[in-house]
């Protein structure tokens, strides 16, 4: 012990007396020689680079931080991690504490990471500044190989890790301009819990995998990194859900755009600017959501001041030089009507894949029935298959009746009765005409279509290739009082004409077919809620059919009574949420209020009891509170629980 203090203490007069006698410079010189001869090479990465922030020093922050866990559970040598969470990420993220240090290995070569920060306070103007910085060593024949190969894979690895951690946002359009902050989208969808028939789901999830990963072919071929899609269908066959599964399976953010607050196609252009890369642009119901003026007809402008979009203006917007400014983009068109979208639009490179979401199958009930009750067979399927298969129904019907009942025969009873009354109602159906029921044939036989998937269409050759108009009603139609809507929407359009008056007497729209479509829109939307429990619907697509209805409002629609249920309805989705979270709380603190009862039982020192005391009474009136607001929030919900989500509306 004695002879290591000794050669300590002359190691030390020996440094002293070095940096006395000789000056900064040689001493200076007299290092780097020694560094001249090392055989390793260090690179500084400074958290700044010239005045702004250093793209490499957050690539290593991140990569490293993927690392440290499992390296420091390998081989212990790291005893310090600091670790982070936000709102905008979905795990834990994990980095190096101040002076430790990594070794990664990079084609069987170690790479020596070191982590250094340091506090410079500068006297004069009082101000305290942190700079932080990783040292990356490895042996000087590899510098090269880091360079050109490895900086780059820790680049490539970080965007990967950053995009794959980061939650999913949704935006919308306020103003003409895209919200600032999108909000978490917490869809819970995705394409394990999405039922679809046959391999259409593995076909697509390979299509979207095979974009992800096609950046350098999409160079080689000379072609903007976007692809395009088309989901159409009957209402109610999953379009929303769908995209909420694209946009989980991929990490990328919505982009809601609403076509109608859109008041020029400068805007558009705007809008589609401010787009982020790694992101899903939604149109919606292009069919009808707007009025797009044609190019050839200049008279039209005066007829619809308002709506001033055009198609020439969309189509340059989504496919023509605009489009390059940005990659990784993906453009997802939804409609009902297939049939009714202009030609233009359905070309390749604009739509480069039709996927049709048609009524429940058997198939698709027997995902349904897995994903709800957990089952993948039971004696009342043979009664299903039969029924399914004869009348129209869509899988959020199926889901909603699979979701009244825990109990899988009780909920498989009430399925049939539900699909025995729908075979009812169509019975009189089949005994009209072959071709009355025109646009839903059109619309079945494009979904059996193998075609239906991939659509090339050269552009100009439709005589109605500059413009999109409104909904036209097929002639399984029937008339109320003026206006002509789907016979099936009869009975609500009627109730609505009686409660409320005429709501479209006021429409900037003066075509009684325009009008028409619209009272057929909105009656759509009263259906659809008609046919859900709150429970069977999202709030994601609440907010598309809110969306819908301002835009019919737009129009000058007297709905405003709709709108408000909306809002309402949107609320109790956000309280089932709220009171489920609540009463985790609540049965969260009831455990520890048990744990800490057990362990004052524990003490007896009188302090100590009086302590936990205090503890167990603070964590009870928090438990009343939790309890109270429970009862607040099921007294709200009571409403909907107990009533159709239209009640009083008709």
Not at 192 to 213: C, P, R
Not at 436 to 442: A, M, P, T, V
Not at 549 to 556: I, R
Not at 574 to 580: A, F
């Amino acid at each position: 012990m004695a002879s290591t203090l000794s050669v300590l203490a002359a190691f030390t007069i020996i440094r002293s007396t070095f940096n006395e006698f000789f000056p900064n410079e040689i001493r200076e010189y007299f290092w780097s020689l020694i560094r001249r001869f090392s055989p390793e090479f260090t690179l500084v990465i400074e958290e700044s680079h010239h005045g702004s922030g250093n793209h490499i020093y957050k690539a290593a922050m991140a990569y490293l931080g993927s690392h440290v866990l499992s390296a420091s559970s390998a081989d212990g040598s790291l005893k310090r991690l600091t670790v982070g969470k936000n709102e905008n990420v979905r795990q834990f993220t994990f980095g190096l504490d101040r002076h430790s240090e990594i070794v990664d290995f990079f084609h069987g070569v170690p790479m020596k990471w070191k982590y250094y920060s340091d506090v410079n306070t500068n006297s004069n103007i009082q101000l305290t500044a942190e700079s932080r910085w990783y040292e990356l060593s490895c042996k000087k024949k590899h510098a090269e190989m880091v360079e050109s190969e490895y900086l780059p894979h820790v680049i490539d690895m970080a965007k990967k890790l950053k995009d794959r951690n980061r939650m999913v946002k949704f935006h919308t359009i306020r103003s003409e301009s895209w919200c600032s902050k999108g909000v978490n989208l917490e869809h819970p969808m995705t394409f394990d819990t999405l039922a679809m028939d046959g391999d259409h789901k593995k076909d697509i999830v390979e299509d979207l995998d095979s974009f992800i990963n096609g950046k350098e072919y999409y160079k080689k071929v000379g072609k903007v990194w976007k692809r395009g899609y088309l989901l159409h269908g009957p209402p109610g066959t999953g379009k929303s859900s769908f995209i909420a599964a694209m946009a989980n399976h991929l990490n990328f953010d919505i982009f809601n755009l609403n076509l109608s607050a859109v008041k020029s196609d400068s805007s558009l252009e705007y809008l589609l600017l401010h787009v982020s890369n790694h992101s899903i642009l939604v149109i919606e119901d292009i069919d009808c959501t707007v009025k797009l003026q044609n190019r050839e007809a200049g008279d039209q402008t005066a007829s619809y001041p308002h709506l001033q979009v055009t198609l020439s203006g969309l189509l340059n917007a989504i496919d023509g030089l605009l489009s390059c400014c940005g990659d990784e983009r993906i453009i997802v068109f939804t409609t009902n009507y297939k049939d009714r979208i202009d030609p233009a639009l359905l070309r390749a490179g604009r739509m480069d894949k039709h996927i049709c979401l048609s009524y429940c199958t058997f198939s698709t009930f027997k995902q349904l029935a897995a994903i709800y009750l957990g089952i993948s067979n039971h004696d009342l399927f043979s009664r299903i298959e039969k029924i399914i298969g004869q009348i129209k129904v869509s899988p959020a019907e199926v889901a909603g009746e699979l979701l009244k009942s825990k109990d899988s025969k009780t909920c498989l009873e009430g399925l049939i009765q539900f699909l025995e009354s729908k075979e009812s109602q169509a019975t009189p159906e089949k005994t009209k005409p072959q071709g009355e029921d025109g646009n839903n044939n059109k619309q079945e036989k494009g979904c059996q279509s193998k075609a239906s998937t991939k659509t090339d269409m050269t552009n100009g050759d439709s005589p109605n290739h500059n413009a999109i108009t409104f909904p036209v009603v097929g002639s399984n139609a029937m008339t109320v009082g003026e206006y002509t809507v789907k016979a099936e929407l009869t009975p609500i359009l009627s109730a609505v004409l009686l409660k409320h008056g005429d709501i479209v007497a006021n429409s900037t729209l003066n075509s009684m077919q325009c009008r028409s479509s619209l009272l057929e829109i909105a009656c759509g939307i009263i259906q659809k809620l008609q046919a859900v429990k709150l429970e069977g619907i999202t709030e994601l697509e609440l907010q598309s059919l809110l969306t819908t209805v301002s835009d019919l409002e737009s129009v000058k629609l007297q709905i405003s009574w709709l709108h408000k249920r909306l809002d309402e309805i949107i609320e109790a989705v956000q309280l089932v949420r709220r009171s489920s979270t609540l009463k985790e709380d609540k049965r969260k603190n009831l455990q520890e209020i048990e744990m800490e009862k057990e362990m004052e039982s524990c003490h007896t020192e009188k302090p100590e009891l009086q302590k936990k005391s205090l503890q167990i009474q603070k964590m009870k009136v928090v438990t009343q509170k939790h309890s109270e607001n429970i009862s607040s929030t099921e007294a709200k919900l009571s409403y909907f629980h107990e009533r159709s989500l239209v009640d009083g509306l008709l």
